[in-house]
């Protein structure tokens, strides 16, 4: 049984989506062992406690410096013993030290075609507002296993979602949530929890 730890910064409807392939059978040999929030109050807080799952605040404004947050972040992860970390619209830097110990066991879901629209600075809402305002016709989403770059490894799976004439970053948002993130993450937890991807070369290959 895979252990996976779920962490987030905001609405939540990515872990939502892990809840619910869970529960219906389509994530299997899976078992979410806690949901970490670097928010305090948000809505994925909640949804974590309704499921059962237990959940947990770590805000790096809760302490004097980052590398003491970044302390007691890696040990809340260690003490989890988690075989995969899933970010779920977390939007705060890995740190380094997690990288190098949780090295091809941390996958992230972004909110476009990676190398398009990725990097720093492009997170959450902003990366549909820079995708209307370049005027591309086609965008998606990625999951990514998480390296010491920016949105820099390896991609597991990407979905193209059109972009219409008439959308506004949130009306895009939604249908790339909908089309392909909703889908991609949970399929790729399945396909990590069933032994089907491993990374070659930096490639992410399907066994
Ligand atoms: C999602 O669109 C996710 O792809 C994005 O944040 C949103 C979180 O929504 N992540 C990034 O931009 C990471 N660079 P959610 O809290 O409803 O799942």
């Known amino acids: 049984m895979l252990r996976a730890v779920v962490l987030v910064s905001g609405g939540g ?23 970490i929030s670097n928010n305090k109050g948000v809505k994925s807080l909640g949804r974590a406690e309704k499921a059962g799952i237990p959940a947990y605040c770590i805000s790096p404004k809760d302490f004097e410096s980052r590398e003491q947050f970044n302390e007691m972040f890696l040990a809340k992860i260690d003490e989890i013993r988690p075989d995969l970390i899933v970010l779920a619209g977390f939007l705060v830097k890995i740190p380094e030290a997690m990288v190098r110990k949780y090295s091809d066991r941390i996958i992230n879901i972004h909110p476009s075609l990676i190398p398009s629209f990725c990097g720093v600075g492009y997170y959450g809402l902003k990366v549909h507002e820079k995708a ?16 010491e770059g920016m949105d820099e490894g390896p991609i597991i799976a990407q979905k193209a979602v059109a972009v219409l004439d008439d959308d506004t970053p949130e009306v895009l948002q939604r249908r790339v949530m909908e089309q392909a993130e909703w889908n991609l993450l949970p399929q790729a937890i399945d396909d990590i ?3 089907r991807i491993k990374v070659e070369g930096g490639k992410v290959i399907r066994s």
């Open 13 to 35: 409807t990515n872990l939502q989506a892990i809840i619910d392939a869970v529960a219906a059978g389509q994530i299997t040999n899976t078992e979410i062992a806690a949901v």
């Open 132 to 147: 209307l305002e370049r005027g591309v016709k086609v965008t998606g989403a990625t999951v990514h296993f998480v390296n």
């Open 193 to 195: 929890a069933n032994g």
